[in-house]
């Protein structure tokens, strides 16, 4: 019924305003995101998302598939550029400036912006190539070991690596990998860290090791996770938020985010009913 | 959906309902030693009690596997450490009959007197009514039913300060104040069987509302009571 689909929608608007008000005082934005839609040509993926980051937190976006999460991360640091179909609109401010303003220039928006992958994505170089890429691409090339051993040591794989900093990247384990891609992502001095389902390709042991790695690079960098595992972002992140899905009266599908808040909240009471479905595995 | 989560949750309740049915039936089997003065009831009362900790038991175990397996969260959570908690009260109240099952052995050669009967009668009963409706307020999830156990109580309570009062009439006589004294617990222990049946309430309006809240505060009388 087309009507009670706009029905359903339109509260989830007012709620997503009314929601900002409600979020920790503490909460210093990096990100102010306001009504921010994104469509693959003539096909919507999110609709409407207006909330703020945290700087110093790590943030969890929620949701099951094809809610616009991955869509969402990437719209952060401009990734979606890259899709010539891509659209956006609505506001993306970083620390108060307008991500979207045509003299922003995307590479350095990337550069403050890092991103990690689900897979670890290592280049065929050495261990020490790898880290130094980006900083040789930036022409950081001042004290370039100083910065590569300082990007190890903080994704905590330098006590690893530092005996065959010569040696192939792909000769390490995927849990390594991934933290030495954590390491290029850091080398280049980011403000935001970027995480793309980070430890889904990974064993228990790897992904604690990932886990534990965010909970230290929040104090001096800004997270967002996506994650499918929602007990990973109930352990890491400090804000969630829940992505779901709408179906619009022409049948098509689009995420939004239905609601955001800190984590202990989302997990313990969270205020929407769908948010409780998803959360305790009853829907998604 | 999740299947096992929510046959798990179903089953842990219907287990607790279950031990509720035993506790009533151990209320009224103490009730009933009590004013009959029949000490072979009192020892069934007291052996009866083994059933009631089965339960008790299986439950918490329950409870155990259910987090460690499950990891609940939400409103499946706030089921689960509901259930921890009214588990934990009804297992208290069944105790406390057991002690009014003790007491009436110690006292059964004593002649009974009849408002004293009728006051733990009348204590007893409202016990039953209390425990009936916190277990219906927990199945319905219906936190004004489960508020109105603060009124049932007040009942009660005013029932164990007219049994006080009577034994302090009594006068100085030690035979009497011996079995005056074994009234009065009897009657504390009716009275603390409505202050758990409250204290069910209270868990399931936190089960419904996410808060947890006291009906009422013994520290500020009767101030936040709803």
């Given at each position: 019924?087309?009507?009670d689909t706009?029905?359903t929608v339109?509260p989830i608007?007012?709620a997503q305003?009314?929601e900002?008000?409600?979020?920790?005082?503490?909460?210093?934005?990096?990100?102010?995101?306001?009504?921010?839609?994104?469509?693959?040509?003539?096909t919507p993926a999110i609709r409407e998302v207006?909330f703020?980051?945290?700087?110093?937190?790590?943030t969890a976006i929620i949701g099951p598939s094809g809610c616009g999460k991955s869509t969402f991360i990437?719209?952060?640091?401009?990734?979606?550029?890259?899709?010539?179909?891509?659209?956006?609109?609505?506001?993306?401010?970083?620390?108060?400036?307008?991500?979207?303003?045509?003299?922003?220039?995307?590479?350095?928006?990337?550069?403050?912006?890092?991103?990690?992958?689900q897979?670890?994505?290592?280049?065929?170089?050495?261990?020490?190539?790898?880290?130094?890429?980006?900083?040789?691409?930036?022409?950081?090339?001042?004290?370039?070991?100083?910065?590569?051993?300082?990007?190890?040591?903080?994704?905590?794989?330098?006590?690893?690596?530092?005996?065959?900093?010569?040696?192939?990247?792909?000769?390490?384990?995927?849990?390594?990998?991934?933290?030495?891609?954590?390491?290029?992502?850091?080398?280049?001095?980011?403000?935001?860290?970027?995480?793309d389902e980070?430890a889904s390709?990974?064993?228990?042991?790897?992904?604690?090791?990932?886990?534990?790695?965010?909970?230290?690079?929040?104090?001096?960098?800004?997270?967002?996770v996506v994650t499918h595992n929602m007990q990973q972002a109930a352990r890491?992140a400090?804000m969630t938020a829940f992505f779901g899905i709408e179906v619009l009266?022409?049948k098509s599908r689009t995420g939004v985010l239905v609601e955001y808040d800190?984590t202990?909240k989302i997990f313990t009471q969270p205020s929407d009913e769908r948010t409780e479905g998803y959360v305790t595995g009853r829907f998604g | 959906m999740r299947v096992t989560l929510q046959e798990?949750l179903?089953?842990?309740?219907?287990?607790?309902?279950?031990?509720?049915?035993?506790?009533?039936?151990?209320?009224?089997?103490?009730?009933?030693?009590?004013?009959?003065?029949?000490?072979?009831?009192?020892?069934?009362?007291?052996?009866?009690?083994?059933?009631?900790?089965?339960?008790?038991?299986?439950?918490?175990?329950?409870?155990?596997?259910?987090?460690?397996?499950q990891t609940p969260v939400a409103v499946d959570l706030?089921?689960?450490?509901?259930?921890?908690?009214?588990?934990?009260?009804?297992?208290?109240?069944?105790?406390?009959?057991?002690?009014?099952?003790?007491?009436?052995?110690?006292?059964?050669?004593?002649?009974?007197?009849?408002?004293?009967?009728?006051?733990?009668?009348?204590?007893?009963?409202?016990?039953?009514?209390?425990?009936?409706?916190?277990?219906?307020?927990?199945?319905?999830?219906?936190?004004?039913?489960?508020?109105?156990?603060?009124?049932?109580?007040?009942?009660?309570?005013?029932?164990?300060?007219?049994?006080?009062?009577?034994?302090?009439?009594?006068?100085?006589?030690?035979?009497?104040?011996?079995?005056?004294?074994?009234?009065?617990?009897?009657?504390?222990?009716?009275?603390?069987?409505?202050?758990?049946?409250?204290?069910?309430?209270?868990?399931?309006?936190?089960?419904?509302?996410?808060?947890?809240?006291?009906?009422?505060?013994?520290?500020?009388?009767?101030?936040?009571?709803?």
């Open positions: 019924m087309p009507t706009m029905t339109m608007e007012i305003r009314s900002r008000t409600r979020l920790p005082t503490k909460l210093e934005p990096v990100f102010e995101i306001s009504a921010l839609s994104v469509s693959y040509g003539s207006t703020d980051i945290g700087r110093n937190m790590v990437r719209v952060l640091n401009r990734m979606n550029d890259l899709v010539p179909s891509a659209r956006v609109s609505g506001k993306v401010l970083y620390h108060g400036e307008d991500l979207y303003r045509p003299r922003v220039d995307p590479v350095q928006v990337r550069r403050r912006i890092g991103m990690v992958f897979k670890p994505n290592p280049f065929p170089k050495s261990i020490f190539d790898n880290v130094a890429w980006g900083l040789r691409v930036l022409g950081m090339k001042d004290d370039l070991k100083g910065r590569v051993e300082r990007a190890l040591e903080q994704a905590a794989l330098w006590d690893d690596v530092k005996d065959r900093l010569k040696k192939s990247a792909l000769g390490l384990s995927g849990g390594q990998q991934q933290r030495l891609c954590i390491a290029r992502a850091l080398a280049v001095e980011p403000d935001v860290l970027l995480m980070p390709a990974l064993d228990p042991i790897a992904t604690s090791r990932i886990e534990d790695l965010m909970h230290e690079l929040k104090q001096n960098y800004t997270i967002v890491v400090d009266p022409d800190e202990q | 798990e179903d089953s842990l309740q219907a287990d607790m309902l279950e031990e509720g049915d035993l506790v009533l039936r151990s209320l009224r089997g103490a009730l009933n030693a009590l004013r009959e003065s029949d000490a072979e009831l009192a020892d069934e009362v007291i052996e009866f009690d083994d059933e009631v900790d089965r339960r008790y038991l299986a439950i918490e175990q329950g409870v155990e596997v259910l987090l460690a397996r706030r089921l689960v450490l509901a259930m921890l908690h009214i588990n934990l009260h009804l297992e208290r109240m069944a105790d406390y009959c057991v002690t009014i099952a003790k007491l009436t052995k110690l006292v059964a050669d004593h002649d009974s007197e009849p408002g004293m009967i009728q006051a733990f009668e009348e204590m007893g009963s409202r016990g039953e009514e209390m425990i009936k409706v916190a277990l219906d307020a927990f199945v319905d999830r219906d936190v004004e039913r489960a508020s109105s156990l603060v009124d049932l109580d007040e009942l009660i309570d005013r029932a164990n300060r007219r049994v006080v009062r009577h034994v302090l009439d009594l006068g100085p006589d030690p035979a009497l104040s011996e079995w005056g004294l074994r009234m009065i617990v009897v009657s504390r222990c009716l009275e603390r069987i409505g202050d758990h049946a409250v204290d069910i309430g209270e868990q399931v309006a936190y089960l419904v509302t996410g808060e947890f809240r006291e009906f009422t505060d013994a520290s500020h009388e009767r101030q936040s009571s709803q």
